[in-house]
């Protein structure tokens, strides 16, 4: 699929409580990555952990369109799992949705 001007890219931080970081690495990549991956819309969807900060994991995702993000975020699989990664953060995730400029 071409990205285009309706590609939504998100980034989707969430910062580890100390010495939690694999383990929230271990439940989103459980948890998330392969239905989310298989569904309609999902262009990208991969789990980064920044080099300098090992706390910070984030998501960088591209949906082909708002209606394919708004219908990830309402999953199963999503639903699932918010009730439970908070016991991995210091804080709720930090989500933000990004459209192309140029």
Not at 69 to 76: N, P
Request: net charge neutral; hydrophobic share 40%; charged share 25%.
């Amino acid at each position: 699929m071409s990205i285009n001007a309706s590609t939504i890219r998100v980034l989707a931080f969430f910062r580890s409580k100390p010495g939690k970081s694999e383990a929230l690495k271990n439940f989103l990549s459980s948890k998330l990555i392969e239905p989310t991956r298989r569904e309609a819309g999902c262009l990208r969807y991969e789990l980064h952990q920044n080099l300098s900060d090992p706390d910070e994991i984030t998501f960088i995702e591209e949906w082909s369109d708002a209606a394919a993000l708004d219908a990830h975020l309402k999953s199963a699989h999503v639903q699932a799992a918010l009730p439970l990664v908070g016991e991995y953060l210091t804080a709720s995730p930090d989500i933000r949705r990004y459209g192309l400029v140029a």
